[in-house]
């Protein structure tokens, strides 16, 4: 028997009490989420919330089951929000299980916090914001130990699908290979085949981004490991979702006779459940497959049924993969015009879900498929939406195909009438094309970001500001001009002990190092006037998120000055990230607050929660930490 069947027995007692009934619904709906079963895990939870876009009932609760029940429904709320596109469903996700995890906090359930954060960590993953879901899964692990075994497997699970999301696959395949002796001893079947089931995927996206045929093999013997697993564990539609990889993967190595055999079983499995839009998901690989094997009739019939089926959900990134192999199979066919809308279509489907690649991805293949019948000037515009939407990719092979269709835009314009002749070569730079093109896109980025260095090097896609901050002062000076002024560093001033020397160091000169988190120039203006006497030098950043990122970086600070209203991450949660960190557990930290009731509930006498509005306060507590 099952454990789901276990518990579904459970709840039959009229025994039990309203809190052992709602605990045991919490455990058989998170029994249910990870199995991927959304709508039943819902339908589990019912008698304390009955409607969707409603908080759950949790009066009359322990405080215990009342957090498990908050954390349940936030976990559930994402993850159905996601698979619904539901605006605003993260938000509300990430709402319900904070609460659950304040009222652990004062149970003094750490573990039972740490869990909750996962659950957390991913409500960030699925908003693209990876560093907030980084330091959050990292901080969560440290705190798990080892007797809660499956915790930490789900944990280093979610940190490796964050990291291959934010394009990071090797820092994804060395997490994989350092847990898989871990989920090699877990008993835990469903856990194994999500762990090969994601090794497989990475291998597969290294493979396209490095054109390494040794990681398709490798992929292809841990999708097997995977289906093998989930078969174990009973879980017909993640079984069947591997079984769609495989042939995938078989297809792209010209196996087709694999392909389609593993491609038969999916269709069989997923046709059991009744899953008409995975059912169109596996009609739109068999099209990719058919195209390989040049059966364009065949492709294009099969992948229109796909575009039928998913026109009627909700899975955009689908219908638009399944547009793009329709616009392919259609070109191929000679069929321009239907080609160019289908994919066109394709492009504005990607964009409006926020699947940037898909929608690159179609813009590629117009050039590809369509060159002889688009005009030149709707190429040029493509190849230049191409490179907007894949300004960020981490694929080697999407960049080469880009390159290639800009080549070919490039050649077909130049032979045109309107420019007769030969191409010329003669004074063509390859180095100064990238580098005029590199400084086209970082002017266009400071410019949205109002010339704050921070956020233009988010949107560029570095880790830290600092590159961005090189880049300008070197190859790009004539840039620096576009950029808000960066306030000079103070000079310093020697913290003397006796006799003159800084305590602990006699002899030794020892500058201040502060960081400041603030986006009010004024306020911030105001912050440094007041610390100016300490000669100090000011790190000044005005956004959460590059403030996280600069702590996690191991930078060495002596006072942390954090606005608790801040954009990207909140002040308190740069606090908790700074003290999960080893390099700042003793470091003083000041947070600065509009509202006292956000304040940190905490024991630590080097965090000082202050009012925003009594900057004489703030000079006056900076002071007496360092004197």
Same mark, same amino acid.
């Given at each position: 028997?099952?454990?789901?069947?276990?518990?579904?027995?459970?709840?039959?007692?009229?025994?039990?009490?309203?809190?052992?009934?709602?605990?045991?619904?919490?455990?058989?709906?998170?029994?249910?989420?990870?199995?991927?079963?959304?709508?039943?895990?819902?339908?589990?939870?019912?008698?304390?919330?009955?409607?969707?876009?409603?908080?759950?009932?949790?009066?009359?609760?322990?405080?215990?089951?009342?957090?498990?029940?908050?954390?349940?429904?936030?976990?559930?709320?994402?993850?159905?929000?996601?698979?619904?596109?539901?605006?605003?469903?993260?938000?509300?996700?990430?709402?319900?299980?904070?609460?659950?995890?304040?009222?652990?906090?004062?149970?003094?359930?750490?573990?039972?916090?740490?869990?909750?954060?996962?659950?957390?960590?991913?409500?960030?993953?699925?908003?693209?914001?990876?560093?907030?879901?980084?330091?959050?899964?990292?901080?969560?692990?440290?705190?798990?130990?080892?007797?809660?075994?499956?915790?930490?497997?789900?944990?280093?699970?979610?940190?490796?699908?964050?990291?291959?999301?934010?394009?990071?696959?090797?820092?994804?395949?060395?997490?994989?290979?350092?847990?898989?002796?871990?989920?090699?001893?877990?008993?835990?079947?469903?856990?194994?085949?999500?762990?090969?089931?994601?090794?497989?995927?990475?291998?597969?996206?290294?493979?396209?981004?490095?054109? %390494?045929?040794?990681?398709? =093999? !490798? +992929?292809?013997?841990?999708?097997?490991? $995977?289906?093998?697993?989930? #078969?174990? *564990? &009973?879980?017909?539609?993640?079984?069947?979702?591997?079984?769609?990889?495989?042939?995938?993967?078989?297809?792209?190595?010209?196996?087709?006779?694999?392909?389609?055999?593993?491609?038969?079983?999916?269709?069989?499995?997923?046709?059991?459940?009744?899953?008409?839009?995975?059912?169109?998901?596996?009609?739109?690989?068999?099209?990719?497959?058919?195209?390989?094997?040049?059966?364009?009739?065949?492709?294009?019939?099969?992948?229109?049924?796909?575009?039928?089926?998913?026109?009627?959900?909700?899975?955009?990134?689908?219908?638009?993969?399944?547009?793009?192999?329709?616009?392919?199979?259609?070109? %191929?066919?000679?069929?321009? =015009? !239907? +080609?160019?809308?289908?994919?066109?279509? $394709?492009?504005?489907?990607? #964009?409006? *879900? &926020?699947?940037?690649?898909?929608?690159?991805?179609?813009?590629?293949?117009?050039?590809?498929?369509?060159?002889?019948?688009?005009?030149?000037?709707?190429?040029?515009?493509?190849?230049?939406?191409?490179?907007?939407?894949?300004?960020?990719?981490?694929?080697?092979?999407?960049?080469?195909?880009?390159?290639?269709?800009?080549?070919?835009?490039?050649?077909?314009?130049?032979?045109?009438?309107?420019?007769?002749?030969?191409?010329?070569?003669?004074?063509?730079?390859?180095?100064?094309?990238?580098?005029?093109?590199?400084?086209?896109?970082?002017?266009?980025?400071?410019?949205?970001?109002?010339?704050?260095?921070?956020?233009?090097?988010?949107?560029?896609?570095?880790?830290?500001?600092?590159?961005?901050?090189?880049?300008?002062? &070197?190859?790009?000076?004539?840039?620096?001009?576009?950029?808000?002024?960066?306030?000079?560093?103070?000079?310093?001033?020697?913290?003397?002990?006796?006799?003159?020397?800084?305590?602990?160091?006699?002899?030794?000169?020892?500058?201040?190092?502060?960081?400041?988190?603030?986006?009010?120039?004024?306020?911030?203006?105001?912050?440094?006037?007041?610390?100016?006497?300490?000669?100090?030098?000011?790190?000044?950043?005005?956004?959460?998120?590059?403030?996280?990122?600069?702590?996690?970086?191991?930078?060495?600070?002596?006072?942390?000055?954090?606005?608790?209203?801040?954009?990207?991450?909140?002040?308190?949660?740069?606090?908790?990230?700074?003290?999960?960190?080893?390099?700042?557990?003793?470091?003083?930290?000041?947070?600065?607050?509009?509202?006292?009731?956000?304040?940190?509930?905490?024991?630590?006498?080097?965090?000082?929660?202050?009012?925003?509005?009594?900057?004489?306060?703030?000079?006056?507590?900076?002071?007496?930490?360092?004197?």
């Amino acid at each position: 028997m099952t454990l789901g069947k276990v518990l579904v027995h459970q709840l039959e007692n009229p025994n039990l009490s309203f809190d052992d009934r709602v605990e045991l619904r919490c455990k058989l709906a998170r029994t249910l989420e990870e199995e991927g079963k959304y709508d039943a895990a819902r339908e589990a939870m019912l008698e304390v919330w009955p409607e969707f876009d409603e908080r759950p009932q949790v009066e009359g609760l322990s405080e215990q089951s009342r957090a498990d029940t908050l954390i349940r429904v936030g976990a559930l709320t994402g993850w159905i929000g996601s698979a619904n596109q539901l605006d605003g469903a993260q938000e509300i996700a990430k709402d319900f299980i904070s609460e659950g995890i304040r009222s652990f906090e004062l149970l003094n359930e750490p573990m039972k916090v740490a869990e909750a954060q996962t659950e957390l960590a991913v409500c960030y993953w699925r908003a693209g914001a990876f560093q907030e879901a980084r330091v959050i899964l990292h901080q969560a692990f440290g705190v798990l130990k080892e007797s809660h075994s499956e915790a930490k497997l789900v944990t280093l699970l979610r940190t490796a699908i964050n990291e291959e999301s934010a394009g990071r696959y090797h820092d994804a395949l060395r997490i994989q290979k350092e847990a898989s002796l871990l989920f090699e001893q877990t008993p835990n079947f469903t856990l194994r085949g999500k762990f090969h089931h994601l090794f497989g995927f990475i291998l597969r996206k290294l493979s396209e981004v490095e054109l %390494r045929r040794d990681y398709i =093999d !490798q +992929a292809l013997i841990e999708y097997a490991a $995977a289906s093998y697993y989930f #078969e174990e *564990a &009973g879980l017909i539609r993640h079984r069947a979702c591997v079984e769609n990889n495989l042939g995938f993967l078989f297809g792209t190595i010209g196996r087709f006779g694999d392909a389609h055999e593993h491609l038969d079983l999916a269709q069989t499995l997923f046709t059991s459940l009744k899953d008409s839009v995975h059912l169109a998901q596996v009609d739109e690989t068999r099209a990719r497959v058919l195209l390989a094997e040049g059966r364009l009739v065949e492709a294009e019939k099969t992948v229109r049924a796909s575009v039928r089926t998913l026109e009627k959900g909700d899975e955009q990134s689908l219908l638009a993969e399944a547009l793009t192999t329709h616009g392919i199979a259609q070109a %191929r066919l000679k069929h321009p =015009d !239907q +080609a160019k809308v289908s994919l066109q279509r $394709a492009l504005d489907v990607a #964009e409006r *879900a &926020g699947d940037l690649e898909s929608a690159g991805n179609a813009a590629l293949v117009i050039v590809e498929e369509l060159i002889d019948y688009v005009p030149n000037d709707e190429l040029k515009l493509t190849v230049d939406r191409a490179s907007e939407l894949l300004a960020k990719t981490q694929d080697l092979s999407a960049l080469k195909r880009l390159a290639n269709c800009s080549n070919r835009v490039l050649a077909k314009v130049h032979a045109s009438p309107r420019f007769p002749g030969k191409v010329d070569w003669t004074n063509f730079s390859f180095r100064g094309t990238l580098l005029e093109y590199e400084a086209h896109l970082i002017n266009l980025a400071l410019e949205d970001a109002g010339g704050v260095v921070s956020k233009a090097a988010r949107l560029l896609g570095f880790n830290h500001h600092q590159s961005l901050l090189s880049m300008l002062n &070197g190859r790009h000076e004539v840039l620096r001009h576009r950029s808000t002024p960066i306030l000079p560093r103070r000079r310093s001033i020697i913290r003397s002990g006796e006799n003159g020397s800084p305590p602990g160091k006699r002899g030794r000169k020892r500058t201040l190092r502060i960081l400041l988190i603030e986006d009010d120039a004024s306020v911030s203006s105001l912050i440094q006037e007041n610390i100016d006497g300490l000669g100090a030098e000011v790190e000044e950043i005005a956004d959460g998120a590059s403030g996280m990122e600069l702590l996690a970086s191991g930078v060495h600070f002596d006072l942390l000055v954090l606005k608790n209203e801040i954009p990207g991450v909140s002040g308190k949660n740069l606090a908790r990230l700074a003290r999960s960190l080893s390099q700042y557990r003793k470091t003083p930290i000041v947070v600065l607050s509009a509202n006292a009731d956000d304040q940190i509930q905490s024991n630590d006498s080097n965090l000082f929660w202050l009012s925003s509005e009594e900057p004489n306060r703030i000079t006056e507590t900076i002071n007496q930490i360092f004197h």
